[in-house]
C-alpha cells in the first residue's frame, strides 16, 4: 500500500538530512529532588541527587546512575531519581529499560510534563508510533508552546496515518520551521493525504525554494512527486539525487518504482 511507505522513507531521511540527535535535542528534561525523609538520619537524598544531576550534566552516566540509585535506597518512591535513570537508559540507547524506568516515575508524579515528553519520545525511538501520541499529546495540552513535542506528535500522526490530525498538529509550526525540508516534506505528506491540496502545493514550493541542490532534497521531491503520482517530474528528481549520491538509501529502489509506473510517459 503506497501510504505505508511514507514511514519507512521519513525515518531514513530524518536520519540522512538532519542526523537521529538533532531531532531530540532539546530532549532529556532533568527532573528535581524531593526533600529528604525525615526519617533518615545519615543520607541526604537531596545531596545525592545534586551530584548526580552534575555527573548527568558532564556526561558522566555511570557515577549518575550510581547516584540516582542511592537515592533510591533512601527514597524508593523518588520519581525524580527514576525520572533520571530513565534519561540514563534513553543516552544509552537501551529504550526498552528507558520506558520501564520512565513510566515508574510518571506512575509517582504523573504532573511533570517533560517525563512524559520522555516517554513518547522513547517510544518514537521503538517505532511504536501509535504509543508515543498519548504522552506527547499530553504534553503539548500542558505546553502549547513546546514545538519540540508538536513535531514529534506530529510525525507519529503521519506514521499512523493519521493525516487530518498531524495537518492540525504541524500547520502551527510554519512560522518556526518553514525553511526546515524535512518539515515540509512531511507536512506536504500530511496535506496530501487529508486532501488539503493548498497546503500540499504550499509545502512543495517552499521545499524547492529553501532546499538548495543537495541529493536529500532531489530525493525528497522525487518521493514528493511519486506521493502525487507524477512519476514523469518523480524520476528526474531521482536520478539527479543518485549522481549527486550514488549510496543515498532507497533512491535507486523509488527510481525504478517510478520509471515502471503504469502510464509514465516514455
Known amino acids: 500500500m503506497r501510504t505505508r511507505t ?8 530524518l536520519a540522512c538530512v538532519m542526523g ?13 529532588a524531593t526533600e529528604a525523609p525525615k526519617s533518615v538520619p545519615r543520607v541526604d537524598p537531596r545531596m545525592e541527587f545534586t551530584v548526580g544531576q552534575k555527573a548527568l550534566r558532564d556526561g558522566d552516566l555511570n ?34 529499560q528507558a520506558l520501564e524506568l520512565l513510566r515508574k516515575a510518571e ?19 521503538r517505532a511504536n508510533y501509535g504509543a508515543a501520541i498519548v504522552p506527547l499529546s499530553s504534553v503539548l495540552r500542558d505546553q502549547p508552546d513546546s514545538s519540540q513535542s508538536r513535531y514529534l506528535l506530529g510525525l507519529c500522526q503521519v506514521f499512523t496515518e493519521h493525516y487530518p490530525d498531524a495537518v492540525t498538529t504541524l500547520q502551527p509550526l510554519w512560522t518556526e520551521r518553514s525553511g526546515d ?43 514528493s512527486y511519486l506521493n502525487r503520482h507524477e512519476e514523469n ?6 536520478n539527479r539525487a543518485i549522481a549527486s549520491n ?10 525504478r518504482c517510478g520509471a515502471c509506473a503504469p502510464g509514465r510517459q516514455r
Do not use: C
Open 6 to 13: 511514507f514511514a519507512v522513507g521519513v525515518t531514513v531521511l
Open 20 to 32: 537521529a540527535a538533532s531531532v531530540y535535542a532539546a530532549a532529556f528534561p532533568v527532573a528535581q
Open 63 to 96: 557515577a549518575a546512575e550510581k547516584e540516582f540509585r542511592r537515592v533510591l535506597t533512601v527514597d524508593p518512591r523518588s520519581a525524580a531519581a527514576y525520572a533520571n535513570l530513565g534519561v540514563i537508559a534513553m543516552r544509552r540507547k537501551k529504550w526498552d
Open 107 to 125: 506512575y509517582l508524579d504523573p504532573k511533570i510534563a517533560g517525563i512524559r515528553l520522555n516517554i513518547g519520545i522513547t517510544e518514537f525511538r
Open 181 to 223: 525540508v524535512m518539515y515540509l516534506y512531511v507536512l506536504g505528506i500530511a496535506a496530501h493525504n487529508a486532501g488539503n491540496d493548498a497546503l500540499d502545493q504550499q509545502a512543495l514550493s517552499r521545499m524547492i525554494e529553501v532546499g538548495g541542490d543537495s541529493a536529500e532534497l532531489h530525493f525528497i521531491l522525487g518521493k
Open 233 to 238: 517530474a518523480a524520476v528526474p528528481e531521482l
Open 246 to 255: 550514488p549510496n543515498l538509501p532507497f533512491a535507486h529502489f523509488n527510481a
